[in-house]
């Protein structure tokens, strides 16, 4: 029924029904009052849930096809997140459970898959404000660990030598730049050179939002 109303069930974070708390599986009746609580109102007074999932010690995500720059920012900002655009809504669903991972979406009807446990509804359609939404929403600001993962397939990255990596840079890199990391999954090398001045300035931009 909650559902129906167009509210995801990993939105919701309590459910009163004449003053006692239920979970999902409650049968409504005629004349029932009915109090639904959102995540939002258990981070301003604390309430006792029946159906509030586990909290996650390890945060990952997957994303659907509509956020394909915000799971670059997150990423960037040190998360696991997984992100294709050929994902299918069942696959998106599965992954989120089985994966335990926490599924970001701007379909309201992929979070009512029964198996998902863990996912949002990301209100804002501006990347950046997205970004921002998403650390909020899930209090991850101190947890932010940028330049450690690869922009394009999500691995870590690791220390490299210049000359492990010599032949495969342009070379005005090769004269110019001494640091360098590559991507443990990809092997995409990856070196302080003119966008790294952006990006930090996109995440100096971000952590101002706290």
Same mark, same amino acid.
């Given at each position: 029924m909650i559902e =129906? $109303? &167009?509210v995801p069930h990993p939105e919701v974070d309590c459910i009163e029904v004449n003053g006692t708390l239920v979970d999902f599986s409650y049968i409504v009746q005629d004349g029932d009052i009915i109090n639904v609580y959102p995540i =939002? /109102? /258990?981070k301003q007074t604390p309430i $006792? =849930? $029946?159906v509030r999932p586990t909290p996650l010690n390890v945060i990952r995500f997957v994303l659907d096809i509509h956020l394909g720059k915000l799971a670059s920012s997150l990423r960037l900002l040190g998360f696991d997140t997984l992100y294709r655009n050929d994902y299918d809504d069942a696959e998106l669903a599965e992954i989120s459970s089985t994966q335990t991972r926490i599924l970001l979406t701007r379909d309201k009807g992929l979070l009512m898959r029964s198996v998902v446990t863990y996912g949002y509804y990301v209100r804002n359609t501006d990347p950046q404000k997205q970004i921002v939404e998403v650390l909020r929403r899930f209090d991850l600001f101190e947890l932010v660990s940028p330049f450690k993962r690869c922009l394009r397939c999500n691995s870590l990255l690791k220390p490299v030598s210049k000359q492990a990596v010599v032949n495969q840079l342009p070379e005005?890199? #090769?004269?110019?730049i001494e640091e360098f990391h590559r991507? #443990? &999954?990809c092997a995409q090398i990856y070196w302080k050179g003119s966008h790294y001045q952006r990006l930090q300035q996109f995440i100096d931009g971000v952590l101002a939002e706290i």
């Open positions: =129906s $109303l &167009g =939002s /109102a /258990a $006792l =849930s $029946l005005n890199i #090769q004269r110019e991507c #443990q &999954g």
